[in-house]
């Protein structure tokens, strides 16, 4: 379904059954390039809500959403089944895997590594810069790489090059300065491993997490 307050730009190309909300842009020119220059590719059943900008250079899997004012910076991989939140914000060349789900007022840089099944709480902050406003800064960014089915938590801040392992848990407000291993639970400022996933408990002593190994 079109929208006519919606701006499509030369180059895009949707799938079936598509959604777009009142005043979204798809297929922005970045800096540099010229309308229609970068393809842009959207799958089937893809609902991009009010407000939303995705540049050009996209290439999206199929039920792929957006909350609202969500902003998708140019050339990413993104594969099916992705859902990210009301004003997040996804900078270019970034490459997330199918069914990810980042949730509202994330911040994913440039570079970042989102692997199938991972789960982004709300401000959530990726980092990729070790030396900001440097002379070189450009020359040693680091994206962050969050393993298959990893979690984070809300407000955790991650260090850029840190990569979070399979199935990791990262709490809320965490501050993570060093790489954390698959299944395990990480907490703090700086963050520390706290148990195993495995250990997690619901209150009537039920396991949190069966079979994720």
Same mark, same amino acid.
């Given at each position: 379904m079109k929208n006519n307050s919606?701006? $499509?730009y030369p180059g895009v190309s949707f799938g079936n059954n598509f959604i777009l909300g009142d005043f979204?842009? $798809?297929?922005?020119p970045p800096r540099g390039r010229k309308p229609g220059e970068l393809k842009t590719i959207l799958g089937d059943d893809c609902t991009i809500r009010s407000h939303s900008v995705i540049?050009?250079?996209n290439i999206i899997g199929h039920r792929f959403q957006t909350g609202h004012y969500v902003f998708l910076r140019e050339e990413?991989?993104?594969?099916?089944?992705?859902?990210?939140?009301?004003?997040?914000?996804?900078?270019h060349h970034?490459? $997330?895997g199918n069914s990810v789900r980042i949730h509202s007022q994330a911040f994913i840089p440039e570079f970042s590594v989102l692997e199938d099944d991972c789960w982004?709480?709300?401000?959530?902050?990726l980092t990729n810069a070790?030396?900001?406003?440097?002379?070189?800064?450009?020359?040693?960014?680091a994206g962050v790489i969050i393993r298959k089915g990893a979690k984070l938590g809300a407000n955790c801040t991650i260090l850029p090059g840190i990569e979070i392992g399979e199935m990791a848990l990262v709490g809320a407000g965490a501050v993570v300065t060093k790489n954390v291993p698959r299944e395990t639970v990480v907490a703090g400022n700086p963050a520390q491993i706290i148990k195993s996933i495995h250990e997690l408990k619901f209150p009537d002593g039920g396991i949190v997490y069966p079979g994720e190994v």
């Open positions: 919606a701006k $499509i979204s842009i $798809i297929g922005e540049y050009a250079g990413n991989e993104i594969g099916d089944d992705v859902s990210i939140g009301t004003m997040s914000m996804i900078e970034v490459k $997330i982004i709480g709300p401000n959530v902050v070790p030396y900001p406003r440097a002379e070189r800064t450009k020359e040693f960014l």
